[in-house]
């Protein structure tokens, strides 16, 4: 299957009740761990990149083992997501390049690190909205800052002092037309999310309802996703890694948002965190070892299998075969006839 509109993916999610995982790439093997995962669990998927990436890949072999997916894997559907785009500039060469999906993050300014204000957050993602859905791509919008830096992205600023507000959101949604919209509620990119297991305090699973209550049919993006499981940091740390306890995003509350209109959710770290521990164990268990498949084959399995459990406690496994892919031109004639989120 030619890769697919995230847009026509996260239309059926909203259909069958289900979320779909956002996972991040950086290499071949991550590619490879998502994509078996996908086949695994029956399960549409969304691959996504952010600049820091396309970047490390040069955009070139990110393109081409991408291409590699879907060849290989005809019958998953599969997206290709640029994460945090910074600026209209890098979301117009996501699309030149072949991502089905651009997410243009005008809620910081164009260095990635200071918050942006509302006007200026309009101005940019009307400006790709514009451009993407002359060509059937899908814009992710963001209103609201997360906490932590990921790839150099991120204000860094206190979670709880950007939350997205539903007012706006309604604006926001009505003025830029974006097919879905990224929600700060309290977490933020990185391992380090919280000090405790968190509660309503720290996670505002309610600002998702009320979101909600006022755009009924917008698509939610939980950003900042990852559960940060605490046998992961345990296998870091058994075989010499160094993380300080650590608390993520419990499955039981993404799976809340889920019920309530989150249809993406990006998981990055948790993916990290597998490869990392099953690299160190071949190291302290096999120190005789220097084959890089003797430590890439276990961690390419690691990611796979939180991806799977993902995939399976998000919902989506068991539609990959629902739908057909709607050519990109299709999905940009049903743009101009309106195809509306919200
Ligand atoms: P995590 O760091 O929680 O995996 O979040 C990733 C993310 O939101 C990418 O945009």
Redesign the pocket.
């Given at each position: 299957m030619a890769m697919v509109s995230m847009r026509q993916v996260l239309d059926e999610a909203a259909k069958g009740g289900y979320g779909v995982g956002a996972f991040?790439v950086n290499n071949m093997e991550q590619i490879q761990a998502i994509m078996e995962a996908a086949r695994e669990t029956n399960s549409p998927a969304i691959v996504?990149a952010?600049r820091g990436a396309r970047s490390y890949t040069n955009d070139r072999f990110l393109y081409h083992l991408m291409m590699a997916a879907t060849e290989l894997y005809p019958e998953i559907p599969l997206v290709l997501h640029q994460?945090?785009g910074n600026s209209p500039e890098t979301c117009k060469s996501a699309i030149e390049m072949g991502f089905t999906s651009v997410m243009m993050d005008g809620s910081l300014m164009a260095d990635g690190k200071t918050p942006a204000d509302f006007e200026y957050n309009v101005r940019v993602t009307r400006e790709v909205v514009d451009m993407a859905h002359e060509r059937g791509v899908t814009v992710e919008g963001e209103l609201g800052c997360?906490g932590?830096i990921?790839d150099g992205h991120g204000a860094d600023v206190d979670a709880l002092a950007h939350l997205t507000d539903p007012d706006q959101a309604v604006e926001f949604v009505e003025r830029t037309g974006i097919d879905a919209l990224a929600v700060a509620i309290g977490?933020s990119?990185?391992?380090y999310?919280f000090s405790k297991k968190p509660d309503g305090e720290v996670l505002i699973m309610s600002r998702i309802d009320e979101i909600h209550a006022k755009l009924p049919n917008c698509h939610m993006v939980m950003?900042?996703?990852?559960s940060v499981p605490q046998e992961l940091q345990d296998i870091i740390n058994k075989y010499g890694g160094q993380m300080k306890q650590t608390y993520?995003?419990p499955v039981e509350e993404i799976q809340r948002g889920i019920r309530s209109g989150v249809l993406k959710i990006?998981?990055?770290?948790?993916s990290r965190m597998a490869i990392t521990g099953a690299i160190r164990k071949v190291f302290v268990e096999h120190p005789e070892h220097f084959d890089p498949r003797d430590y890439l084959k276990p961690a390419r399995n690691a990611m796979k299998e939180v991806v799977k459990a993902r995939m399976i406690s998000f919902g989506q496994a068991g539609h990959a075969g629902d739908y057909q892919a709607i050519p990109l031109s299709e999905i940009a004639k049903q743009y101009k006839g309106q195809l509306v989120s919200a």
């Open positions: 991040n996504q952010s994460d945090h997360l932590g990921e977490t990119h990185g391992a999310k950003h900042g996703s990852s993520g995003v990006n998981v990055a770290t948790d």
